[in-house]
């Protein structure tokens, strides 16, 4: 036992090591901001399954979600909160100043790091920023900056996200989701719902209308800019993986079908709580659903009624398009 908590000790220094050099290497590679990389989905909805299908790409470094309000890049001063809301027309230095710096690699921290090698950022020549919590700020981005590849917003049933963050965040500690409106800027869209946001019953809907919230905003300004986006479907991703890349090597110009494995593109994200994904794609799908009452569907189609959501409903796992 003791020469294995040696050897689990040893290799723990070498990978800190390592992805200090790696940061190091980060400030000298001066990733150009027009090829940023970008992943942003709500939490639990497979961002960190897609992030790792991209970066089987020799030429891609990962960039771990580096607006965490507790972990990231942030300043607290600026009171973005967990969910930035940054309007699309903002042109203050402050904020275009704080993403190019995160975007091009120039700023990172331990946090930042985590999937960060040396060799790998030795070898990179692109940097895909992977984000949770940040699909209200794609307006802002496209909006004020130029990507030569456009962003990947993906998206996923909203009722199997808000039942997988609810297994994934609930600690006897911590009780998920927060009912607390949170006190930060831009923040008026939250704000204005307060009423009806206390109304909810259950957890589940309340983790439902949260979804509402942070997809409402990129789903119209994908209505209205539809190349600006590169938008992806989980449920698309579980079934037709191999159609997903080859929607992904249009949009962004790689090649990935070179680098993956059919175990790559089928095993389950390093983020997963409990079991690997199904080996029937349809059953992985399904199990999402499966376990809701009649009730607990009723009351969550409801959330949709109210932020007048179609993508998705009570009635199938697919999305409505």
Avoid at 119 to 139: E, G, H, I, S, W
Avoid at 146 to 170: C, E
Avoid at 286 to 310: E, W
Wanted: aromatic share 12%; proline share 6%; charged share 25%.
């Amino acid at each position: 036992m003791k020469g294995a908590g040696q050897k689990g000790l040893h290799r723990k220094v070498i990978r800190e090591v390592d992805r200090l050099a790696a940061r190091f290497c980060l400030r000298k590679k001066n990733f150009r901001l027009s090829d940023s990389l970008i992943i942003t989905s709500s939490s639990r909805s497979g961002s960190s399954w897609l992030m790792e299908i991209l970066a089987a790409h020799p030429q891609i470094l990962v960039n771990w979600e580096p607006i965490h309000r507790d972990f990231g890049l942030v300043p607290k001063q600026l009171e973005l909160g967990w969910y930035p809301n940054i309007p699309a027309d903002n042109e203050q230095a402050v904020y275009r100043e704080l993403f190019q710096s995160m975007l091009c690699g120039r700023s990172s921290n331990r946090w930042t790091a985590k999937y960060m090698r040396l060799n790998k950022c030795r070898q990179a020549d692109f940097l895909l920023t992977k984000f949770v919590r940040a699909n209200n700020l794609l307006p802002y981005f496209c909006e004020q900056f130029s990507f030569a590849r456009p962003p990947i917003y993906l998206v996923r049933h909203p009722f199997a996200v808000a039942a997988s963050q609810i297994k994934a965040f609930s600690r006897p500690s911590y009780k998920w989701p927060s009912r607390a409106i949170p006190r930060a800027r831009f923040y008026e869209h939250y704000r204005q719902e307060t009423d009806y946001l206390n109304s909810l019953e259950s957890d589940l809907e309340y983790a439902v209308a949260i979804w509402c919230l942070n997809n409402r905003q990129p789903m119209a300004y994908l209505a209205e800019y539809p190349s600006r986006l590169c938008r992806l479907f989980y449920e698309e991703i579980v079934l037709q993986p191999h159609n997903t890349l080859v929607q992904l090597e249009k949009a962004l110009g790689f090649d990935f079908t070179s680098f993956l494995s059919e175990e790559q593109l089928r095993k389950a994200s390093p983020t997963v709580v409990g079991d690997s994904l199904k080996r029937r794609p349809e059953e992985q799908l399904a199990k999402s659903l499966r376990n809701f009452s009649d009730q607990q569907l009723r009351a969550m189609q409801a959330v949709l009624d109210y932020f007048s959501v179609q993508l998705y409903s009570a009635n199938s796992t697919l999305p409505n398009y």
